[in-house]
């Protein structure tokens, strides 16, 4: 190698340290400082990582420079940063950058990581946070691994089969490659499990009494809602390519690829409910919220990749657990490609027949 090489080398790797340093980039900063790879350990770290089938840091950039924000207010979290580090060192032999923020800086410090260099995001917290690090990373095009440290946890659930954050952890790092995890879009909103659009969403107001452990405020706002809902008049909407007009009380979305799901994994799963008596709506908008919707009989299954609600007035919506009002008409479609994710392709053992 001629010396003006050398020289050139050494002082990119310079710059690349000091530029690590400044975006707090720590364990990268370090590698930096050792050299980028040498020619002659690369190929050896390439051939083991291939034997092993987890990804290697050294030859794959989606696992070189990992960020992980927790959201130190969302439900069960807590301060899980070294166990966390652990994990990611006996997997892949690196040691992420670790955010425990709160919560009205969780997006911000995403934004600000990924604006860093970060290439690949892990979020642990609620179903909120795992929307957002979820858009975050569909935007910048980067991997994404949602860890369950909420309440629901519906997204690390219907792709992982786990509330276990350890487990669900290990088991991403140990994917040899990024999947494409398919969503669903409302008027603009990207879901990536499912949502519900309706009065019945009413009921997730119960679920944050609950969650705050308000059972009389929890039981006020069952009663409200069973009111309102029993007094709403139905959601009228179409599917796609049909032009006929259905009618029904709550329409459920399910997302592709998600446990427990029936039918075609190339388009959305789209059911419409329509409850009887305020028994049944009670009953069912506490099922479509925390269990399994699919057992109730007044339930019809349709399959498409389009639909349309052409009302003019405001459409209440649960997107993945998260209240998103919708401004009427509302325009409902599938993105095939909604983000990449480090986690195992579902088989057909976890969906239902």
């Known amino acids: 190698m001629p010396p003006h090489t050398s020289t050139i ?12 340093e400044k975006a707090e980039l720590e364990p990268l900063a370090r590698e930096a400082e050792k050299g980028l790879g040498a020619e002659n350990h690369s190929q050896d770290t390439s051939n083991s ?62 934004k600000e990581a990924i604006g860093a260099g970060a290439n690949l995001l892990v ?28 309440t629901m946890n519906l997204l690390p659930l219907a792709i992982y089969g786990s509330d ?33 659009l309706g009065e019945t969403t009413r009921f997730s107001e119960v679920r944050e009494k609950v969650r705050d452990h308000d059972i009389v405020g929890a039981a006020q706002k069952a009663v409200e809602s069973i009111s309102n809902i029993r007094g709403a008049d139905p959601i009228k909407f179409q599917v796609a390519p049909s032009t006929e007009e259905h009618e029904a009380d709550a329409i459920v979305l399910t997302c592709p690829g ?19 008596s305020a028994r049944d709506v009670a009953s069912l908008g506490l099922n479509a919220l925390w269990s399994n919707w699919r057992d109730d009989e007044s339930a019809k299954i349709m399959q498409a990749d389009t639909f349309f609600i052409p009302a003019t ?26 983000v990449k994710i480090l986690a195992p392709k579902i088989s057909e053992n ?3 027949d």
Not at 11 to 20: D, G, V
Not at 258 to 276: F, N, T, W, Y
Not at 313 to 338: F, H, M, N, R, Y
Request: charged share 25%; hydrophobic share 35%.
């Open 164 to 196: 276990n954050w350890e487990e669900v952890l290990s088991l991403a790092l140990s994917q040899k490659e990024p999947r494409w995890l398919p969503a669903g879009e409302v008027n603009g909103h990207t879901f990536y499990v499912g949502a519900i």
């Open 313 to 338: 007035e405001t459409v209440e919506a649960l997107l993945d657990g998260e209240s998103c009002p919708l401004d009427g008409p509302v325009i409902g479609k599938l993105q095939s490609k909604g």
């Open 258 to 276: 998600m446990r427990g799901r029936r039918g075609k994994q190339h388009a959305l799963e789209i059911a419409s409910i329509e409850p009887e």
């Open 9 to 20: 080398t050494e002082i990119n790797q310079k710059r690349l340290k000091e530029h690590l």
């Open 350 to 352: 976890d969906r239902e």
């Open 49 to 110: 990582a291939h034997d092993r089938g987890t990804f290697n840091p050294a030859q794959n950039l989606a696992m070189a420079r990992p960020v992980v924000v927790i959201n130190k207010a969302s439900g069960s979290t807590s301060d899980i940063t070294d166990v966390l580090k652990h994990v990611f060192m006996s997997k892949v032999g690196v040691s992420p950058v670790v955010r425990f923020v709160s919560p009205e800086v969780v997006e911000q410090t995403m």
């Open 123 to 150: 979020t642990y917290g609620g179903d909120g946070t795992s929307r957002t690090g979820a858009d975050l990373a569909k935007e910048h095009d980067i991997p994404f691994i949602p860890l369950p440290g909420g």
